[in-house]
Every structure is written in structure tokens, then in C-alpha cells.
């Protein structure tokens, strides 16, 4: 198994596997491994793979994520035993300043902790800094796959975000990026979805709940319910702005952004999809 191509190609939207017993498992509390492997991107980047992270997580998993730039995608899978992180730090100086971007690399750190939530269960806690003065020209990438997902909140910028197969509320805030979240299990939590130039994708199946409030600015509202009570009565509703009520639902569903559509999907199989969706 080689993570290195597995998160480049999963953050191309391909899938892979991964066998937890391939890592040491570490502290609880872990700092960013070392890197492994280096090298350019066809855009004159540079980047650098570190050693994947995993943790021994026990239940549903709760994650709060924050990021100074950078693309996340974070969802549940089954097979896996337990909690694999990988990330991949870049630098955007171009071709002109390749060796300098690299060198820059090492100014990207990230931290990973478990932390206990008050009740019961886990929080996996990641944070990604940067102490390079040009910190525009830098991101870090993450894949995180964990075996139950509960709740996702997630502070990023420049950055897609990904999230699949989460059980409890998402609260997403991004900028110039998609959005797609997409889950088998019934929502019937609070969901925010905040991004800017780019596309909203909130894919559920019918027997979730929700106060629909989604707006974009420069783009198109679309929605698609296939099974479930979907009341769209607002004289507010318009080509770029919908309020809905799904089966009778109190937990509100805020979704924006601008220059970008928004589309909302309420269909058996929600994760059923492609590398791209056009419609809902």
C-alpha cells in the first residue's frame, strides 16, 4: 500500500483502502509525522506527504477541524478498524520558486488530539498553522477516515470540503471552494454549509428532518425529493433562494453561497455518486 498516491487520488475524488494494522499506533496526542515523500505538482507546486497518523478511536467519532488554507475530506467507512489521518502540505509559489516553496514546506504544521466530550464519546481535534510569512502561497491538505462519524465542524479556507457518512450536525465554513456533504443515515441535526464561490451539495435520505433556508448569490437553487413530507410554500422562494420544511422538521438547515449553486437532493440513496453531480 503506498498513502502517499491514495490521498492524492482520493482527494481526486478515487477511493482506496487502507489496513490500520500497516501503522504504528501512536500517542493519543500526536504532532504531524515526518515526511515521506516529495515532489512537484503539474502547476509548478510543491508538496510534501507525511506519514499517515492513526489513532484508536472507540464509537461514533465527533471532528473539529480547523485549517489557515486547504482541502478536507473527511468520511466514515466501515472496514476500516480504526482512525487514519493523512495530510499533504503545499506550497503555491510557482515555477519560478519551486526550491524556495519547498523549503517553506517545513513552516506547515498540524496537530491531531483525541479529546473526551462531555457524556460520552471522542472528539478528534486537528488544527493546521502556518508561521510563513507569505502563508498565501501555502495550504495542507487532509483525508481523514474514520470507521463511525458523528458530528463535523470544519474552519478552512481556499479549500473543498468533503464529508461523508456523518450521523450527527455538520457546521462547514470554507471560501472559493465546493461543498459536498452526503450521508445514509437520517439527519435530524442542525446543518450549516457556508462557502463562496463554489457549489453546495446536501444529499439525505427521506426519513430526515429540517428547516430549509438556503441563498446563493450568483447562482441556482435546485432540489430534488424523491420520498419524505417536503412543504415549499414561501412567496420567498425564488430561482436563488428556498425555504422548505422537511417532514415536519425544527433543526434548521442553513445553507449560502455566491457564485455557485446549491443543490439539495432528498433520495434513497444519497452517497450513490459520481466524481461530478449536475443535478440534485
Request: aromatic share 8%.
Amino acid at each position: 500500500m503506498q498513502p502517499t498516491r491514495a490521498l492524492f487520488a482520493t482527494l481526486c475524488t478515487a477511493t482506496f483502502a487502507v489496513s490500520c494494522s500497516t501503522y504504528q499506533a501512536p500517542e493519543r496526542n500526536a504532532a504531524s509525522a515526518i515526511s515521506v515523500t516529495k515532489g512537484f505538482l503539474f502547476d509548478g507546486n510543491t508538496f510534501s506527504f507525511d506519514e499517515p497518523l492513526e489513532l484508536q478511536t472507540h464509537g461514533p467519532l465527533a471532528i473539529d477541524f480547523e485549517s489557515f488554507a486547504g482541502k478536507v475530506e473527511i468520511r466514515a467507512d466501515k472496514s476500516f478498524t480504526c482512525t487514519v489521518i493523512e495530510a499533504r502540505r503545499v506550497a503555491a509559489h510557482g515555477w519560478g520558486r519551486l526550491a524556495e516553496g519547498n523549503e517553506t514546506l517545513t513552516d506547515v504544521r498540524w496537530r491531531a488530539s483525541l479529546e473526551r466530550r462531555e457524556g460520552s464519546g471522542e472528539t478528534l481535534v486537528v488544527r493546521a498553522s502556518t508561521s510563513h510569512p507569505e502563508d498565501h502561497f501555502q495550504r495542507c491538505e487532509f483525508l481523514i477516515t474514520v470507521p463511525e462519524l458523528d458530528s463535523v465542524k470544519v474552519r478552512t479556507t481556499e479549500g473543498e470540503v468533503r464529508v461523508t457518512g456523518n450521523q450527527g450536525a455538520v457546521d462547514i465554513r470554507t471560501t472559493e471552494a465546493d461543498v459536498r456533504v452526503m450521508t445514509p443515515w437520517a439527519m435530524t441535526k442542525p446543518i450549516t454549509i457556508i462557502t463562496s464561490e463554489g457549489t453546495i451539495d446536501y444529499r439525505i435520505r427521506g426519513e430526515s428532518t429540517g428547516l430549509f433556508d438556503a441563498e446563493t448569490r450568483g447562482g441556482l437553487v435546485k432540489q430534488r425529493c424523491e420520498f419524505g413530507h417536503w412543504l415549499a410554500l414561501s412567496d420567498q422562494n425564488d430561482h436563488d433562494r428556498f425555504l422548505a420544511v422537511l417532514n415536519n422538521g425544527k433543526n434548521p438547515i442553513v445553507l449560502r453561497t455566491s457564485d455557485g449553486d446549491i443543490r439539495i437532493a432528498v433520495v434513497p440513496d444519497p452517497t450513490s455518486v459520481g466524481i461530478w453531480i449536475m443535478d440534485p
